[in-house]
């Protein structure tokens, strides 16, 4: 597949993922008026923790591995391509064992420890019990729903193997959207005493979903599904062979090396998964359910450009990335010297213009949120959420710090992606493992003091912090990269590339301090009736011109911004 038509195939995958993904954004605000903030906290920050960690460590590290390409072929790769084709086939279905030995330690572990997590109300021993009884039911239903989602790995992993992005998407749009309708029938039909079960079962229903429309495609494409096969003949010597008995058979059944790589990225992401999910962590062991619920309000609305734009985005940079890495390769191992050099230095610079692209335009959705969406939050959670959300200034203000960190999540994002997409040896994975854990020790030694001090903005501070850090080695890891024996060059180029036009930041300097003007003059939260209505549109108004003078000045002084928005809209118009 040429780089047009992998960059292609990534744009459509990326854009059906933010359709459906809104989709399911518009139809789970319904839940927010239905469930008190104390069953929504304890869903969205313990349950959800548990769930994510439990398919993060069964599924990353054959997600990271499988969906590499070395670009390397011999006479002997194209005599044994089958067999090792099926060597990585029998990997990819190990992830569903560790699947169901991941789920059932959850299991235990939220069994044991729930009544830790369950803050005893003053309404009584009575209530106290039930819930108990549900949160223990809820978190039953989050393994079991892991479980199941696990069942689908295989084939997903073939899917981006394929750079099938599009399969993938359509199957995550329409279980989010099915976990959205289940959520609300759920809190509709039960009664309060069971709404954190009730996201359990919508959190089954999602993963029932995905898994039976990635098996139904599986079994119509050309093929069908790609089962585990037992490998007994093999004209190459497994070095990872040993004499300690075990049956040939089982050790050329399996590709070591990638089997190697798996538990390398596993371990490697651990640490990401933990920066990642640091938030909640530090929640679970600090605060209260109530307390967990007001961030949680806020990190729903304050993650919506993380879910919708920046997360598609960074998943489909990483593959392309990866196959861009790959090509590379393929042509170093080409037969003609000068040749290949040539070839290779063509596509260096356009892997460099294609991540300095990318990363100007994610910057620029960031500045948008820090400096334009920042000053709307309240109006935000008003129209969402209602007035006792959107007049509640604990809440507004925590939401108006997701906003700015969005902007360095949108660094982050692209950058990590880079290191992902084209890291091929242990000591760049390692040296990765070494900044993740450096920066996961500052941040446990910052979050719980900035988190008493300031409380959810605190917390969302040591977020942005530890961010930077992590964006700034994977600048360096880029800089390196891209150098090819001429860092100052490469350094000053990589830098201009990917840093907005000057007079694009000073219009979203301005657009801030107009926006801010026009909250202090014009709107108040506690408004309510046409009054509110009024001041919010005068605010609003302020907001919507200030964008488009922004978004004017973008488009003058980012040429390659504005030829690709050209670009898609000639392609809409055929």
């Known amino acids: 597949m040429t780089k047009s038509k992998l960059g292609l195939t990534a744009a459509r995958g990326t854009l059906l993922s933010i359709a459906l993904r809104l989709a399911s954004f518009i139809l789970s605000q319904a839940t927010v008026r239905f469930v008190s903030a104390a069953a929504l906290g304890k869903a969205s920050v313990p349950l959800e923790l548990l769930l994510g960690t439990a398919l993060f460590v069964s599924r990353e590290g054959f997600r990271l591995a499988l969906t590499k390409e070395s670009g390397k072929k011999s006479d002997a ?57 549900d949160y223990k039911m809820a978190g039953a239903l989050y393994c079991f729903a892991s ?33 959205s309708v289940s959520c609300f029938g759920c809190l509709y039909v039960l009664s309060s005493n069971w709404a954190v079960s009730a996201f359990g079962i919508s959190q089954l229903i999602y993963g029932l979903t995905f898994t039976t429309i990635m098996y139904r495609h599986g079994r119509s494409i050309e093929g069908g ?71 949680a309000i806020a990190s729903s609305y304050g993650g919506l450009a993380a879910r919708l734009l920046l997360q598609p985005i960074e998943e489909n940079a990483r593959l392309l990335f990866s196959r861009q890495g790959a090509l590379m390769e393929q042509d170093k191992e080409s037969d003609s010297k000068s040749t290949t050099n040539a070839a290779t230095s063509k596509q260096l610079v356009e892997m460099q213009n294609t991540y300095s692209f990318l990363l100007r335009t994610v910057c620029l959705i960031g500045l948008l949120f820090a400096n334009i969406a920042v000053n709307y939050t309240s109006i935000l959670l008003r129209l969402l959420a209602g007035y006792r959300w959107g007049s509640n200034s604990k809440a507004i203000s925590a939401l108006s710090a997701f906003c700015v960190y969005t902007a360095f999540l949108s660094l ?49 501070a040591a977020n942005c912090i530890c961010m930077a850090l992590r964006s700034a080695y994977s600048l360096y890891f880029a800089w390196g990269y891209f150098a090819n024996g001429e860092r100052n060059s490469s350094s000053i180029s990589l830098m201009l590339g990917a840093v907005p036009h000057p007079f694009v930041v000073i219009a979203f300097a301005m657009s801030f301090a107009a926006t801010r003007a026009s909250k202090d003059h014009f709107y108040d939260e506690t ?48």
């Open 77 to 133: 790769d194209a005599k044994d391509g089958r067999r090792m084709e099926q060597r990585m086939i029998n990997v990819s279905w190990l992830s569903v064992p560790l699947g169901a030995i991941i789920s059932m330690i959850a299991m235990y572990m939220h069994l044991s420890t729930c009544n830790h997590n369950v803050a005893i109300e003053s309404e009584g021993e009575t209530k106290s019990e039930y819930e108990l009884l």
């Open 147 to 179: 479980f199941i989602e696990s069942l689908s790995e295989p084939l997903v992993i073939r899917c981006l193997q394929q750079m099938d992005v599009t399969t993938k998407a359509k199957a995550v749009g329409v279980a989010l959207v099915m976990k």
């Open 225 to 295: 599904i790609q089962w585990p096969k037992r490998v007994t003949e093999s004209t190459t010597i497994n070095p990872y062979k040993s004499n300690s008995g075990i049956r040939p058979s089982l050790t050329q059944s399996f590709d070591y090396q990638q089997l190697h790589l798996v538990l390398v990225f596993t371990l490697q992401g651990l640490f990401k998964h933990a920066l990642t999910e640091a938030d909640k962590i530090v929640l679970s062991a600090l605060a209260g359910s109530y307390d967990q619920g007001i961030y």
């Open 412 to 460: 982050n994002g692209i950058t990590e992606a880079f290191v992902y997409g084209v890291a091929r040896s242990g000591k760049d994975i390692g040296q990765l493992s070494i900044v993740h854990a450096v920066v996961g020790g500052i941040f446990a030694s910052i979050a719980p003091g900035l988190v008493a001090n300031h409380g959810a903005v605190g917390l969302v």
């Open 527 to 574: 408004l309510e009736g046409q009054t509110w209505m009024l001041a919010s549109l005068k605010h609003i108004g302020v907001g919507i011109v200030c964008a488009c003078g922004t978004f004017a000045v973008t488009l003058r002084k980012e040429a390659d911004i504005r030829q690709a928005i050209k670009g898609l809209l000639l392609k809409q118009a055929l």
